[in-house]
């Protein structure tokens, strides 16, 4: 069992940047492929940044690739979720994920991951 706590959420103003943390519990942090995932008002929940076990192989959607960073930290158990250049439509409900594997296809510009374990979520909005 994973257990993951989000923060780092809140209010920004349009072209400003935010970091979001995953803190993951367990001993399992470094065998599990961990991302992000976000949920805006009336939309299903997308998936945004996904990182392996080893850090190998890190992916994005296209929307916001070049602009969102994903990291981890294996001495903290955490990942993280660098946003640059926000703008009104990053305003969502973010999850941190994490599962065992990270096997997933890109598909109109996102890939179709599955995770496993899911966190609270952490609100994130952006102002024009």
């Known amino acids: 069992q994973v257990q993951l706590v989000e923060s780092g959420g809140g209010l920004q103003q349009a072209g400003g940047s935010l970091r979001l943390s995953c803190a993951a519990s367990g001993r399992t942090f470094s065998t599990y492929a961990m991302g992000w995932f976000r949920q805006a008002p009336g939309k299903e929940r997308e998936f945004v940044a996904g990182i392996t076990w080893s850090g190998g192989r890190i992916y994005y959607a296209d929307s916001v690739k070049g602009r969102f960073t994903i990291s981890r930290e294996y001495a903290k158990n955490t990942v993280y979720l660098q946003m640059n250049g926000l703008n009104p439509a990053a305003t969502a409900v973010y999850y941190c994920?994490?599962?065992?594997?990270?096997?997933?296809?890109?598909?109109?510009?996102?890939?179709?991951?599955?995770?496993?374990?899911w966190g609270q979520g952490t609100q994130v909005t952006v102002s024009s």
């Open positions: 994920a994490a599962d065992p594997q990270l096997s997933a296809k890109y598909h109109s510009g996102s890939y179709d991951w599955r995770p496993d374990y």
